[in-house]
């Protein structure tokens, strides 16, 4: 049976010890004027900002080799304490025009393995790819959550490529092949230097 195409971006699922992801995640600020959309599931890297509080800024991960990445968004609100829009609560995105400043939970422990799915096109990534490293490929949101996946196009063993692909995520109806869901660690991550694929 053929993979499921449903992209979702990063989900956090365990840590690199093998115990299961906590929930834990740290505020970040996304300013008002920040032209990007942004979903769960979405990597981001620093800003160089922060908010008037001190809240530590990001923006949007920018896809390929040498771009680090902060962390994954795993919640979003419109203030410090309320991780919904008070506005539309049916709504699990940012908008790419703000009327507002916006904050977010984002899981970003460099131990922090995530599943994310392989795109569907070019050539499927296999057995033989497993602990190599490969680069995050952009993806609009669907309205819910990140379109974001992973590139199997130039995966390797260089240090600065974005993501460690650990291995295939065990479960049924997932095999090796188009929209494959891996388990991967963010390798090229702002807060721990990136290692070469082996």
């Known amino acids: 049976m053929a993979n499921v195409n449903q992209p979702k971006g990063l989900w956090p699922t365990q840590y690199l010890n093998g115990a299961p992801w906590n929930g834990q995640a740290r505020l970040y600020f996304i ?5 990007n ?7 981001v890297a620093s800003s160089g900002s ?4 001190g809240v530590p800024g990001v923006t949007l991960a920018t896809a390929g080799a040498g771009n680090a990445v902060r962390g994954v968004i795993v ?3 419109t203030s410090e304490g309320l991780m919904a829009d008070p506005n539309n609560l049916n709504t699990t995105v940012i908008p790419a025009t703000k009327s507002q400043n916006y904050y977010v939970m984002v899981a970003d422990d460099p131990n922090i393995l995530f599943e994310a799915q ?14 190599l490293n490969a680069n995050l490929l952009a993806g609009t949101n669907n309205g819910y959550q990140s379109g974001w996946q992973i590139d199997n196009s130039g995966e390797g063993t260089g240090a600065t490529l974005q993501v460690r ?3 295939l995520v065990r479960r049924q109806q997932n095999a090796f092949g188009a929209y494959a869901k891996w388990l991967v ?12 694929g082996v």
């Open 75 to 77: 919640g979003c609100g």
């Open 118 to 131: 392989e795109v569907g096109t070019g050539t499927a990534l296999t057995a033989a790819e497993v602990g």
């Open 50 to 53: 922060a908010d008037t509080n």
């Open 165 to 167: 692909l650990m291995g």
């Open 37 to 43: 959309a942004f979903a769960i599931g979405d990597p």
């Open 185 to 196: 660690k963010i390798n090229n991550h702002e807060l721990a230097a990136g290692t070469a």
């Open 31 to 35: 300013a008002s004027t920040d032209a």
